[in-house]
């Protein structure tokens, strides 16, 4: 058996702005998702014969990693509630592909890669992986799952579900853990890991340490309605080809969430809470609010340094930056919302299991 996880994310500031390049930020959060490989008779998926049709992630992924590789059976586990703003899908690619690298092993060549996707090497993430013959010798489980090309791998598959229209920013935090920052500019002060480039957008992707920041929660609130990305993501085109002024809104979610990234650094909570709900404000505006998250943002707001909505909108979470997680944890329950509760900066991906691996030997 062969098993990988990773968390979801929060985004503390700038979603759906960053669909047109202005700079976001994202954490991974406590909670995870799950999944296990074993060789099978036939392809499962929890027990049940897979069809690509429902699992399209997984299916993109198995193109890309396990063509015409022996069948499986696929495990999904999980406590990020689906279709949430939580990341659960990003989170169940970057997990399936350290699964599916894991068991298939990496070809090396000269102590190199002689097989993969990864950010050192030029090319688009749909030319396919940069790849030579047979290297002259394999890598074996743990050791030759990467974070760079999950995060890769699953940016590819994420934009390919919302119409090509998808930053890396759910994907970067899923595979990497801690904190994401996303700009159009590489940032002086942030730790720049690589560019990506889609659609005629560019993101450089930088991490952020908060392992000093320990005195504050985030606690999560539920509106239990579930809103596909896609969907809110092409609302928001729409409404900017219809209306162009309200481009002033996404340029000023921009703005807002530098001020947020600066604050962060200085570790100034106040200021990211006052930040975080300045720019709920203009998301509000965006029309990617509901009434259901604007209940549960009034009932955290008088315990919180800050409260937003997170993710696409329509549905799905609002989050509130807290001090007293348990106090605004019962407000929101009492509101109606369903909670959980991370810290700020969660770990990255993970291979929990690689006793089994190789599962497969493309290469013999
Ligand atoms: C979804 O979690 C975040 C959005 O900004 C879409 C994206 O970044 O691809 C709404």
Known sequence: MVQASAPGKCILFGEHAVVYGQ???????????????????????????????????????????????????????????????????????VAASAALRCARGRQMVDDDWAEGWTAARPGSIYDGPWTSSKGDSVVNGADCVDEDECAILAHAVEAYAQGGRASPLDSSACAHGGCIVLSDKIEDNLNWIYTRSLNGVSWHVHSVDLSNIDDVWLVIGSTGIHAPTSEQVEKVANLIKEQPGKMREIETIGIVSRRGIAALMNGDMESVGRAMSENHLLLRSLGVSCPELEVLISAAAPSSLGVKLTGAGGGGCMIALTRNPKMTSEAIELAGGRTLISKLASDGMKIDNDDKAPLWNPHE
């Open 23 to 93: 700079p976001a930020v994202a954490v991974a959060i406590d909670q995870r998702m799950s999944v296990e490989l074993s060789l099978s008779n036939d392809w499962r998926i929890d027990g049940m014969s897979f069809h690509p049709d429902r699992h399209p992630h997984v299916e993109a992924l198995k193109q890309r990693l396990w063509d015409l590789g022996p069948a499986l059976s696929i495990k999904i586990s999980g406590n990020i509630p689906p279709a949430s703003g939580l990341g659960s899908s990003a989170a169940l690619s």
